[in-house]
């Protein structure tokens, strides 16, 4: 039997990580050990749970202080590989599953020693969808937020395939993708100890992409694999928009595209930073300044 360690981190937000949890009991594991690991990355209120209530293995940590995406994670990355997972399933606690995403999403590593990392459809959890006017009620629960990606190098962002669209049938092909959404990813554990694990510099968002990059360059490769589901709430943690997002979004593009865009993307960055600095939003500047102040991690945002 595979042994396999599902990692998830709750900050403030127990009700979606038990929904979560409970969706997880339904994972089929005739072939799978399964552990979970809970990360609660410095609530305000210690996420409280008893795994006798589970059918599954499950460990609780604690961290006195938020740590961010990257830090919770990484804590239960590490507990992971020392409980010996031989693949890591790392998934947003605002997630609901397919009782066969974990099948489908281990099929793949059976037959190509290349792949590195498998990653889900994913759709918008009911009533979570950007243009919720746009859809009729059969859509619901079956509108795109990831089908596979890749990265915009001409503007340093992560594209999503499909998003926003209903699910035809369209994008139903198992095939290579450019760009693994933290949200839900699959990784055998011989990438985490080649590739490292996610960098603490950017804390919450571009952490993904820059993981990424590094197994890419290890010569990885990363699988869509679209019988594999999962349902997401998107930004239950985080909230969307504001000054998290001007913050963080805007610092730690700069970092990830300083690192690996090409020249002329590079040249467009540093004018676009000079913009800001004169004409962004408040945290826009903020994190332009903490970029070239090389305040990096939680940066002076809670400052």
Known sequence: MKKIAIVTVNYNTADETKKLLVSLEKIKKDTISLEVI???NGSKERL????KDFSYQ???LYSEENTGFTGGYNRGIRQALVDGAEYLLLINNDTIVDPLVLTKLLEPFETDKKIGI??????FARGHEFHKGRYTEKDLGRVFWYAGGAMDWDHVMSRHRGVDEVDHGQYDVTEQTGFATGCCLLVKREVFKKAGLFADNYFLYFEDADFTQRVKQLDYDILYVPAAIIWHSNAGSS???????DYFLTRNR???GMKYAPLRTKIALVRESIRLLNQGRPFQKKGIQ???LRKFGKGSFFD
């Open 239 to 245: 909230g969307s928009g504001g000054e998290l997002h």
């Open 48 to 51: 409280v749970l008893d795994p």
């Open 290 to 292: 903490d970029f070239y």
């Open 58 to 60: 499950l460990q609780l």
């Open 254 to 256: 700069m970092l990830f």
């Open 118 to 123: 498998t990653v889900p459809k994913i759709y």
């Open 38 to 40: 809970v990360v609660d």
